[in-house]
T-cell receptor, first 115, second 113 residues
Framework: AQKVTQAQTEISVVEKEDVTLDCVYE???????LFWYKQPPSGELVFLIR??????QNEISGRYSWNFQKSTSSFNFTITASQVVDSAVYFC????????????FGAGTILRVKS | DVKVTQSSRYLVKRTGEKVFLECVQD?????MFWYRQDPGLGLRLIYF???????EKGDIPEGYSVSREKKERFSLILESASTNQTSMYLC????????????FGPGTRLLVL
């Protein structure tokens, strides 16, 4: 079974729309970490956020916000007032204590923001 | 700022050739990783290393080997390149503990003809 599921393969929005990228994970560990990365057309993965399993507080950073819900095993990412520069592939990833520092990635969501 | 560099952005090789992909990090990270990225599959771990001369297989090690002779450098080797190894290869590094973030290089797009 896939440990990290990003069900949305591709999303297209118009600039200034809000958009939410879904991430559902699966683990039996009580200690784990969740990550979001952005991959712009240049190819390099850019780290966005890390969240540990004991911290369910939502986080906001500028136009970005993250909603972590252990009850539904989800770690969703919302971009408010999207911009063309937000166009990228976004990856959600999981690191479990049992497996050390290894990351398991979802398949990624392609976000296209049109002007 | 963390800096992870990869020796080439684009490579074209022929089937059967031996291919070396190099990765260098400048943050004194213990861990280094090699992933390949394919559409619809996300990133998959090929090999990783948690110390000099140490290596462990990831999820898809077949057809690959690695070398880590110095802490800052981690090489991925395709012993005999095949067309199904055409892919994007990404290197990453991190400190050792579980909660540490992995930082990625710019990637190498490899085409095997």
């Amino acid at each position: 079974a896939q440990k990290v599921t990003q069900a949305q393969t591709e999303i297209s929005v118009v600039e200034k729309e809000d958009v939410t990228l879904d991430c559902v994970y699966e683990t039996r560990d009580t200690t784990y970490y969740l990550f979001w990365y952005k991959q712009p057309p240049s190819g390099e993965l850019v780290f966005l956020i890390r969240r540990n399993s004991f911290d369910e507080q939502n986080e906001i950073s500028g136009r970005y916000s993250w909603n972590f819900q252990k009850s539904t095993s989800s770690f969703n990412f919302t971009i408010t007032a999207s911009q063309v520069v937000d166009s990228a592939v976004y990856f959600c990833a999981l690191s479990e204590e049992e497996y050390g520092n290894k990351l398991v990635f979802g398949a990624g969501t392609i976000l296209r923001v049109k002007s | 700022d963390v800096k992870v560099t990869q020796s080439s952005r684009y490579l074209v090789k022929r089937t059967g050739e031996k291919v070396f992909l190099e990765c260098v990090q400048d943050m004194d990270h213990e861990n280094m990783f090699w992933y390949r990225q394919d559409p619809g599959l996300g990133l998959r771990l090929i090999y990783f290393s948690y110390d000099v001369k140490m290596k462990e297989k990831g999820d898809i090690p077949e057809g690959y080997s690695v070398s880590r002779e110095k802490k800052e450098r981690f090489s991925l080797i395709l012993e005999s390149a095949s067309t199904n190894q055409t892919s994007m290869y990404l290197c990453a590094s991190s400190f050792r503990t579980i909660q540490e973030t992995q930082y990625f290089g710019p990637g190498t797009r490899l085409l095997v003809l």
